[in-house]
């Protein structure tokens, strides 16, 4: 039973790019989260879809992060331009329901020069 | 902004049992209690959760006082792989509308041999 599948595991990319982050998750779950962890501010989530509609993107620090789910299987998390202080390892998570128990990928480690 | 009060760190011997601590004083009727945890490089791992009554799994027990201020997640026998941050959320249950996890600090528990 595939986990939640997170590419690519590490990027390092110079400061102006755009850099794509991609998600599976598991397949059946309503329910797609992104977090940003760093040393400085924890664990934060950024947004999170329901049947593939952004519900909360409170979290999304500004308008140089944008994140887009075409379909129940796949979603992406974009930074354009990146900066040094995006760097962080991004997860994303799913879950059946929004309150049920949310499963984790192993994270994509960013670091922006 | 976390709605729990955890230790930043224990120790535990291997083989022994780890008692990690929680306190939710401001918890509502209706919010549950749950546990997940990140061994490094790793993303987060659901490990329990409950409402009013002690419950068990495969990985852990959970004890919530019967005024459900304070609960005690446990490892049975720790081993070496327990070593990790483990963190205690409130938050609605199964079923209920909610937000997503906020994650606090943590614990790190650090099992040695």
């Known amino acids: 039973d595939a986990g939640v599948i997170q590419s690519p595991r590490h990027e390092v990319t110079e400061m102006g790019q755009e850099v794509t982050l991609r998600c599976k998750p598991i397949s059946g779950h309503d329910y797609l989260f992104w977090y940003r962890q760093t040393m400085m501010r924890g664990l934060e989530l950024l947004i999170y879809f329901n049947n593939n509609v952004p519900i909360d993107d409170s979290g999304m620090p500004e308008d140089r992060f944008s994140a887009k789910m075409p379909n129940a299987s796949f979603s992406t998390l974009k930074i354009q331009p990146s900066e040094p202080r995006d760097s962080a390892v991004y997860f994303c998570?799913?879950?059946?329901?929004?309150?049920?128990?949310?499963?984790f990928g192993d994270g994509t480690r960013l670091s922006i020069l | 902004d976390a709605k729990t009060t955890q230790p930043t760190s224990m120790d535990c011997a291997e083989g022994r049992a780890a008692n990690l601590p929680c306190n939710h004083s401001?918890?509502?009727?209706?919010?549950?209690v749950y546990w997940y945890r990140q061994i490094h490089s790793q993303g987060p791992q659901y490990i329990i959760h409950?409402?009013?009554n002690n419950e068990t799994n495969e990985m852990a027990s959970l004890i919530i006082t019967e005024d459900r201020k304070s609960s005690t997640l446990i490892l049975p026998h720790a081993t070496l792989r327990d070593t990790a941050v483990y963190y205690c959320i409130v938050r609605g249950g199964p079923g209920q509308a909610g937000t997503a996890l906020i994650f606090g600090k943590g614990t790190t528990l650090s099992v040695s041999s």
């Open positions: 998570a799913s879950s059946f329901r929004i309150n049920q128990p949310q499963h």
């Open positions: 401001t918890i509502s009727g209706n919010e549950y």
């Open positions: 409950g409402l009013k």
